[in-house]
Each structure stands twice: as structure tokens, then as C-alpha cells.
């Protein structure tokens, strides 16, 4: 029997609110690709700033999606955050 897929409102409350949410990071990485897909450009978002706690949760999985994920990670650096 396999688990529902979660829906994007779904996949969005369970991002970080803050940068030491760390259970909120891994449950996201546990889910993968592509159930995680929908929210993929927060997901890099986060891995904008390396000293971050929710960083080594989310690193591991977003650098299994290879090639897929080059759009999104060009969009988010190239992003400006003020």
C-alpha cells in the first residue's frame, strides 16, 4: 500500500519557518524525489547559506536529482534576496 501524495499547501507547511526547524527539514528530505518537487525552489532556497542547521538535512537528497534540478538551482541563485 503506498501513501498518499502530499499537496503543495501540504509540502509548504512543512518547510523550515526558521533556520533551526530541523525536523521540518529532514521530514521533507525523507519524502524525496519527486514527492518533494513541488516545493524544490524553497528547498534549494534554504541551501543558500551553508551555516545554516537546516542545511545538512536537505543537502544529501537535492544532490540526487542531478540534471533536473539545474533549472531550479539557476533560478534561485540568480534570485536576489535583499
Given amino acids: ?8 499547501q501540504e509540502l509548504l507547511a512543512l ?25 524544490l525552489e524553497q528547498l534549494i532556497d534554504w541551501l543558500r547559506t551553508n551555516d ?12 540526487e536529482l542531478g540534471a533536473p534540478a539545474i533549472p531550479v538551482v539557476r533560478r534561485v541563485l540568480r534570485a536576489r534576496h535583499d
Fill in 1 to 8: 500500500m503506498h501513501a498518499r501524495a502530499l499537496g503543495k
Fill in 15 to 39: 518547510l523550515p519557518r526558521n533556520r533551526d526547524e530541523q525536523s521540518r527539514a529532514r521530514a521533507l528530505a525523507k519524502l524525496g524525489d519527486p514527492a518533494a518537487e513541488p516545493v
Fill in 52 to 63: 545554516w542547521p537546516v542545511d545538512p538535512a536537505q543537502r544529501p537528497s537535492l544532490a
